[in-house]
């Protein structure tokens, strides 16, 4: 069983920074694809930024230019680095690996993390 547990959150104002942490734990091999989900109140959740373990990332139009995700394979961790932000990036911050491999055949189809607050005050 994987276990993901993000860190990082909290109240910032709009222009400041955070930078969100995501750590997999357990018997993993490896994890092929790490990402950083998001939800407000009363809307859907959404994919802000994933990264391949080959290094190949995505965002989303939104945060382009002010969020980087980045990953250490050997330590499965995740992070995400959030410039400049704005009220509307106010959310609940989910981590999700997809195609977590126990060994070099298995592997499960994906997990989530417990999620952490990030509140930015205009």
């Known amino acids: 069983q994987v276990q993901l547990v993000e860190s990082g959150g909290g109240l910032v104002q709009a222009g400041g920074s955070l930078r969100l942490s995501c750590v997999a734990s357990g018997s993993i091999f490896s994890i092929s694809v790490m990402g950083w989900y998001r939800q407000a109140p009363g809307k859907q959740r959404e994919l802000v930024a994933s990264?391949?373990?080959?290094?190949?990332?995505y965002y989303a139009d939104s945060v382009k230019g002010r969020f980087t995700i980045s990953r250490d394979n050997a330590d499965m961790t995740e992070y995400l680095q959030m410039n400049s932000l704005k009220p509307e990036d106010t959310a609940v911050y989910y981590c999700r690996a997809n195609k977590i491999y126990y060994n070099s055949s298995y592997y499960a189809l994906y997990a989530w993390g417990q999620g952490t607050q990030v509140t930015v005050s205009s």
């Open positions: 990264i391949t373990s080959g290094g190949r990332t």
